[in-house]
């Protein structure tokens, strides 16, 4: 039972007692495995665009810039950079002072190629009164890592990767933020030179970002002749989720009140469905290159917008010919073949629908959100990747499933899995309006049945979180998705430190 001063922690974040409800029964029920069918691959669901069309798909986009819409660049920039220093931490907690693993020989072997370098040997300067290569010289190595991670040096252990000195130029020094302020320029921009993005970050860090932007929004808009809108958010509390204890009960903290956690990435989509723009470009905050490795990005996120408004186009066209009832049944035979075809959705009862039937068929499914995903070929990074997957109408359409979502005990399913090609690198394109201009309003196309129960701790108790579905796999279940080859080299994500010392990033 929730008491009076439960009612009012709920009010306070906003969220109602139906929703309480509804993730309590989550826990005790968990969360079904999808059905799949196969895993995607360019033989089955993986579009690989030719060199005749790339130039295509480019011009299509550049045509679409040109009318002036609006197109975000929306960059999901919230949490520390903590998991990224995580063998630095431990180094700093390791019993030894000089550096024994072959990560901590690297790191501190090419201390100098680090954007950061200058800034961390001002701070070592300032707090040990030695600078980096003294401190090297005399084997206070944990002194170097403190300055780097701790709150009286460069505090990156903290900040979030949006913040973090990525790489390195003749005239300046950059950070993940920026980068995205270039590349959006390089794809971004309309007819009247507006570069609209988005950085979703925790209300704790926003003022940081605030002030970088001040810094120096002026400068890139000389660089690439472009005028920013800059805006900001955090994820709102009325997305966070109760924690249950290990009998599915809510979990109290030692003051007796409820414990909520953040939702995940997939609470993001609240944030999302706020924004006003036609098309989004969403992709993660690390994933960036200098501008003398960006050619091969912005190619490719020419090609996939490209893709989404050709795609879009057919798609207005046959929404306004099914309303004006005025279609024939070859028409309707084209815009199966459309489904099957482009939009890989696989229906096995249309044979037995009469034009009437099938004509409200197509219409449901054509008249929902849109996106377009960049794959690479699997080169065993962890995380999920394209399936073709059973929806709850019985129809089957590509889908982004991490491996929680799949029975990895069935041994058919995790033949699917292992056999899987491609890998989701987080590179889309989303189209969010209707042929009449309307917003679909993101919500109503979540799948609520693929969030997942993770086991925490607090206050030396056992504890269960719940994470939402996440932003590109069920909180985007419903809308129609087309998947597109793109190059591994479009795909350069800093997982740790030392992934700054690879060639795409120096």
Known sequence: MLSDNDLKQLAEKGISEQQIEEQLASFRRGFPFLEITASASVEKGIKVISKEEQSDYMDAWDNYLAQNHTILKFVPASGAASRMFKNLYEFLSAAYDAPETSFEKNFFDNIKSFAFYDALNRKCLENEEKDILSLLATGNYKAIVANLLEPQGLNYGQLPKGLLLFHTYPEQVRTAMEEHLAEGAMYAKNKTGDVNIHFTVSPEHQAFFESLVAAKKNFYEEKFSVEYDISFSAQKSGTDTVAADMENQPFRDKDGKLLFRPGGHGALIENLNDMEADVVFIKNIDNVVPDSFKFSTVIYKKIIAGVLVTLQNRIFEYLRLLESGKYSHKQIEEMIHFLHNELCIRNPETKLLEDSELALYIQRKLLRPLRVCGMVKNVGEPGGGPFLAVNPDGTISPQILESSQIDLE??????????????????????????????????DYVDKNTGFISYKSKDGKDLKALELPGLWNGAMSDWNTVFVEVPIETFNPVKTVNDLLRPEHQ
Request: with cysteine; proline share 9%; net charge neutral.
């Open 410 to 443: 069935d041994p058919e399913k995790k033949a699917m899995f292992e056999q899987g090609t491609h890998f989701n690198p987080v590179d889309l394109v989303c189209a969010l309006k209707d042929h009449k201009g309307n917003k679909y309003n993101l919500p």
